[in-house]
């Protein structure tokens, strides 16, 4: 199967360096909602455009906004 | 014909030196045989002292040939034989063979330490017809006069053979695996797609590059979390002071938006003023690696450019041997003396001559130790010629550096008062200088923010004028730099002293890494991946760190060149029989990896028309002439298109414009400065300078 981002070998719905972003996505969720009370979908347009995130993150971000 | 001792240098201008401070009237003859320099001296008996050209002799492969691997069989031979650009070495050492045959004693006098006994030992064994075991050996950590006589007079009898067998093992542990690995790669990419890429990895530059690319996954992975601080304007005698909030950060914001809403305007009541006094000691001397470090932090050089300096720097005599691992300054290279030597100078007069006025000078030495030379330290000798900038820089460095090991420890005193406010407590922090000590000799390169707080005390009130809250995210892990990638390298014990420079320029070299603060390319990423699925051993850490281990101890004396050198070819053949297996899937990746790099080379940013595709640096098929296209056009979205410079190179710069925030190519052509070229026709920058022409 292929990565639905980047058409990379898949280690489950993405390829090792998407999966492991998207796990760090899912992680740091709790933090964000703890700090700003916001949603799942908030979280995400948050984190796309934030300057700090590394770019595997805003990719999967931006994946999910659009698939979701 | 009259015989005469042969002294082996390392380098022309060492050779220079050398001659002019043992010739009797330090008016050593000058010659010139087919271009190569050496000079005639007078002492006590004739010398001709000969340079070398660094090394002159390299590993080779014992059969030749470029298209196979693996290959484990080699033989040390001259540089010309296996080098390209090395044609004027074979005259070097015709030159020096003739040489040779009329000496009676042979010194060498190359640096002294691995890589200096292993030139003096090549060129005495291979050029000078195995002369080297009578051969003598000076020891020298300066090209100073006084020391160059001393070290003439008090010959070692024999070369250091420990030093040389642990850089002739390191040289053949690095051939080995640089040849096969870099081999294997590039074999395997030409093998699968017909095209020829040179690829390289070798037994240290593999994990560094695994170091990068692991800083690089942790940034591209990373999520920031947002957090909040709180500084309040604290208003005392109508001046106005900076707190801070006694939370350096909170997780929350409606908690931030409670301590402000508590806060804002209140008077609070100082609970306790506590005041410290610390001493700052001086810094330690410089071994080579903390020159680099500093040189970066303070003027930008690259670990290669202060080391390429110093060792200009050395060659003139102005400071020691720059490539020490010493943070000692051991009383005989007489204190006294440089800075005597060091007063002559306007600018460093006053803080030696204080130095000289102390009774007694003991510099503050660090734990690292070097058996072959003490920290870098000014000769006392000042340049004979105008130093071009970087070499002023460098020069003044170290001389500051000498001069503030020496200083008094420099007394600090620092001050907190804790404020409450509402229940919530703020600080204010005073620093101040008592004594500056070493502080001052080693001015500008220390830079001291004092902040003094007005006399509090207890109970007094204060109150707070404004209460800000400041919204933040965490960072992602910082960007290695030459620098920094230096001290990780020294930090995991890979590499020498003498080495981490040039595998960082390589890494820049062949495209795996790129700008000050590194980034790792697609290529790099690629290359780093392919390993570690198929030969994880050739970027582990450990494998390279025990090797380097071993190698040490060959120079003590502990082990074995031979022992080593089977072990490194134990580990390597399996990692080359199973690359071997693999070979067409490796070739198939590495390929891959080649193609995307070179698209990724070509690729300058978002189009700024459609939004949606990316544009490239394309050639026309009718023309052949290069110009920028957008990749929708091939989807008949985008027709945008821009022209280029035909000359020269022209490469994406990674940066934007500052007038439009387009992206900037940069643009070389020979013979012409490099610039940078926003190709936005209607970017403001231009206008402005067709303004400006137009008013000249």
Redesign the interface.
Known sequence: MKCKICDKEAVGAYCE?HE??HT??V??YN??K????ISWKEYLSE?AK?P??????KEVAEHLIKSE | MEKYALIVTEKPEAARRIAQALDKEGKPEKVEEKGVPYFNAFRDRKLVVVPALGHLYTVVHEMGGRNYYPVFSFKWAPRYLAERGAKNIRTWLEVISGLAGGAEEFIDACDYDIEGSLIGYCVLKYACQNKENNAKRMKFSTLMKSELEKAYDELLPRLDFGLIEAGKTRHEVDWLYGINLSRALTLAAKRWSGRYATLSTGRVQGPTLKFLVERE???????????WTIKAEAEIKDSIYEAEYEKERI????DADAVVKACEGKTGEIKNVDIKKFRQMPPFPFDVGSLQIEAYRLFGYTPRGTLNIAERLYLEALISYPRTSSQKLPPVIDYKAILTGLSKDSSYRGSALTLLGKGELKPNEGKKADPAHPAVYPTGNLPERPLSDPEKRIFDLVVKRFLAVFGEPAVKESMRVNIEVNGHLFYLHGRQILKAGWMRFYEPYIKTEEVLLPPLKEGETIRLRHVIREDK????PPRYNPSSLLKKMEEEGIGTKATRADIVETLYGRGYIAEQRIFVTSLGFDVTEILGNYCPNVIAVELTRELEEKMEQIQNKSEKRGSVLVEAVDRLKPIMEDFKEMEQAIGEALSNAIKRARMQERIIGECPNCGTGKLLILYSRKTGKRFIGCTSFFKGICKTSFPLPQRGTVKPARRNCRACEWPLLDVRIKGKRPWALCFNPLCPLKEERKREVQNL
């Not at chain 1, 703890?34 to 009370?37: G, Y």
């Not at chain 1, 700090?52 to 993150?57: C, D, E, P, R």
């Open positions: 360096a492991k972003a760090n996505l992680k740091e933090a964000w703890k700090a700003l009370e984190v934030n700090y995130t590394g770019s595997w993150v | 996954k942790e940034i591209l992975c990373f999520v920031p979390t947002p957090y997780e929350r914001k409606a995210f965490t960072n992602p």
